[in-house]
């Protein structure tokens, strides 16, 4: 059983991992050239330091994912992923939000502000985009999932105690 | 000792409860009426989606806040508030994650997607988006020193445990 749950719980990190390395790869090849009133633009990731933020949280959280699939079952340095786990899971959720709010007023605009949406024009960049936005969000989804497993794992003998 | 940590703790989440309170009342509360080549514009929190979410992640947040405070200490639900500080000190991040990244584009720009800032125009109203971000941030911390304490106090029997 205990065998069955390690197993599950490496192949959980070992897809988080690939998620986080592919929303990294995803955001940071977005760009497109484009012509806009005869002017070639280029769009890219770099332009918005929402986006660079995004490539970097994420190429952090990869590398911590890769390193973790290697440490032994029996460490005692497990006790620290409770903690390093809620660290990195709330850089993605930081970085997940700030690259939204910017995608979406990429998408939709600020009529308020002023701000046109530019999605019309750079359609394959918007989509690159939202891709990787999707696959952050998997990502997301899996660190937190990973982060209660940890938490349960390191509460439960507390519960079966009585207090 | 207890009664004195308990008392810290207290303060802790009071004053926390406090600036998100705050945080969602400067943000709520920040307009400003101007004029821009003789049209009278307004600008108001409600114009922007993740400002939006800031003053609703706040109030929920402050109301969770609100209520803990009259926990009694003995109570068995302690143990779920690691999982709801969690819970809410992820959204917190999130939502000070998005609207700083909007705040950014207001007071920047970002000229290769055409957006000019628009600080110049609404001074006021950008100096208290500004406020309510700092109060927000503030309350970020607490809440993250909160989460590592309760998770301190959940996990720290089993450091003392031979495993």
Known sequence: MAETRRIFT?????????????????????????????????????????FKYFVIVNAIVSIYGFLILFLPSKSQLW??????????????????????????????????????????????YCNQVKGALIVGF??????ILLFLYSVHRALNPLLLEKS
Chains 1, 2 share one sequence.
Request: aromatic share 10%.
């Open 138 to 143: 998997i990502s997301l989804i899996l660190y």
């Open 10 to 50: 490496f192949l959980l990190r070992f897809v988080a991992f690939c998620t986080t390395l592919s929303a990294a790869i995803i955001m940071a090849s977005s760009r497109e050239k484009t012509t806009v009133f005869a002017l070639s633009v280029e769009a890219k990731y770099s332009d918005t330091p929402a």
């Open 79 to 124: 006790r620290l992923v409770v903690a390093l786990d809620a660290v990195f899971t709330m850089l993605l959720t930081s970085s997940i939000s700030a690259a939204l709010a910017i995608a979406y007023v990429g998408k939709e605009g600020n009529p308020n502000a002023g701000w046109l949406p530019i999605c019309d024009q750079v359609r394959k």
